[in-house]
């Protein structure tokens, strides 16, 4: 009795026919049209992503000039006089009206700030040609407001088109007073790459090995969406996989040959490569990307990238990488597991929906728990979270790596993730001897969990 006990124990587990599977699975996937698609699709997005983001903030760059130019058609005022409560010294010199437009029109600057001028006295003044451009401080800068009076020819919208304009000149005016270089203007304008400055918080926190609150939340999202799309591309084909073997009664013949682990590994290790091999042709298509946009316009669009830099991960140095690596694979191979394990409860093809939903629904929980434990962001939360899966799938790295956990609180996190992957691919593997034959009905979760008491 022991003997033949062990013996089938060494026929469900033993990965007899695990290459077949393995070469197999690749050859279809790769042969499959959906999946070339999904490939094709992934590598040319990954590759448009700086070009987008490079015309995207030219578009927004040229959007906003043209928002400055301004132009009166057909200008109606004669005379402009500028109230100047600004304490910045203004005169008439510093207005250029024939920009607008304007190619005879009287300007003066009535400084009312050292004189006795109020804007009433020179309100009542204004002809029907004749405006008044009053400058004053603001708690946000400087506020520009344009008087007409009662009568006045003037249209409205020429009066927005000066105010707009003035608005737009003060703070070019405030530069040129300042004495600050044509070449010191240029390089403010043109923008400060930050991604290297640290705030006091950040610096303090690196001193700790700690990372900033927001700079988690980012880094986990980047993290979390690599996850995702392993464990959404593998789920899919996994079920649909093992379904439509069950159902065409091919795998009565394949498992005369092949051992049900073998079978399971096969098919996720085979996922695995074509997965790999997406990411890593478009990282690839990625960098040689951004490396083109630089070569031709002299624009680095990694730069300025925060929230999707997927180049964060990068950070960490070579061991944080390999953890990141492995930390994947694991995960991989748990949710390919399950999903074996519901593909061989199917009993037809009405069936994969159902149980590639159950899959993406202990996805989507662990995703969502783990973004709230980032933005909760307190010592319980993320002992609790690193420590219990689905969640501790996305967040255990992450934190170690973060400052957030210690060496053994993550060591303890790795170990119960590598439990729970024996766990889920021996379950797996009884249910392929147990359920996969079964063409009734579709046995419930409940059901399935039994098969591992048994």
């Keep these: 009795m022991t003997s033949n006990v062990k013996n089938e124990k060494e026929n469900i587990y033993s990965l007899k ?3 077949k599977v393995f070469k197999f699975t690749l050859a279809q996937t790769f042969k499959n049209k959906a999946y070339i698609i999904s490939f094709v699709s992934f590598v040319i997005m990954m590759a448009l992503m700086g070009p987008i983001q490079y015309f995207s903030a030219k578009s927004s760059s040229n959007a ?8 009166v058609s057909d200008p109606v005022a004669k005379k402009a006089i500028v109230a100047d409560a600004s304490g910045l010294g203004l005169g008439a010199d510093d207005f250029k009206f024939d920009e607008l437009g304007y190619k005879n029109i009287d300007v003066s600057v009535e400084d009312v700030m050292s004189q006795d001028t109020t804007f009433d006295s020179i309100a009542d003044s204004l002809g029907k040609e004749d405006m008044i451009i009053i400058i004053a401080v603001a708690q946000t800068g400087y506020q520009v407001n344009v008087i007409r009076a009662d009568e006045s020819d003037i249209p409205s919208d020429e009066m927005d088109t000066v105010s707009g304009y003035v608005q737009a000149q003060i703070s070019d005016i405030k530069i040129a007073k300042s004495g600050i270089s044509d070449e010191d203007v240029q390089l403010v304008q043109k923008g400060v790459y930050t991604n290297g400055v640290m705030s006091e918080t950040e610096y303090n926190s690196s001193v700790s090995n700690e990372m900033s609150k927001s700079k988690l939340f980012s880094v986990l999202m980047i993290y ?43 098919k996720i290790c085979g996922m695995m490569v074509y997965i790999i091999s997406i990411l890593i042709c478009g990282f690839t298509a990625s960098k040689i990307s951004n ?36 930390s994947v694979l694991i995960v991989y191979m748990a949710f390919g597991g399950f999903s074996g394990m519901m593909g061989s409860a199917c009993t037809k093809t009405e069936d994969v929906q159902s149980a590639t939903g159950t899959v993406m629904g202990l996805v989507m929980t662990g995703y969502f728990g783990a973004m709230f434990a980032a933005g909760f962001d307190h010592p319980i939360v993320n ?20 400052g957030r956990i210690t060496l053994p609180y993550f060591a303890l996190s790795m170990a119960i993730q590598i439990i729970v992957v024996v766990v889920i691919l021996v379950l797996c593997a009884k249910t392929y001897r147990r359920l996969i034959l079964n063409d009734s009905t579709k046995p419930k979760l409940i059901e399935i969990l039994r098969a591992l008491k048994n």
């Design 224 to 266: 979390s969406i690599v996850i995702m799309i392993v464990s959404t591309m593998s789920a899919s084909y996994i079920v649909a996989s093992v379904t439509e073997e069950k159902t065409s009664k091919l795998v009565e013949g394949l498992l005369v040959s092949v051992r049900p682990m073998a079978l399971l590994l096969g």
């Design 17 to 19: 026919g695990f290459d």
């Design 291 to 326: 490396f083109a946009i630089k070569a031709a316009f002299g624009v680095d669009v990694t730069q300025g990238v925060s929230q999707f830099d997927f180049g964060a991960l990068f950070e960490f140095g070579a061991v944080g990488l390999v953890l990141i690596l492995v």
């Design 383 to 402: 002992s609790l979270a690193c420590i219990i899966p689905p969640f501790s799938f996305y967040t255990n790295t992450v934190y170690y790596l973060a």
């Design 64 to 71: 906003a000039k043209s928002v400055s130019d301004y132009k």
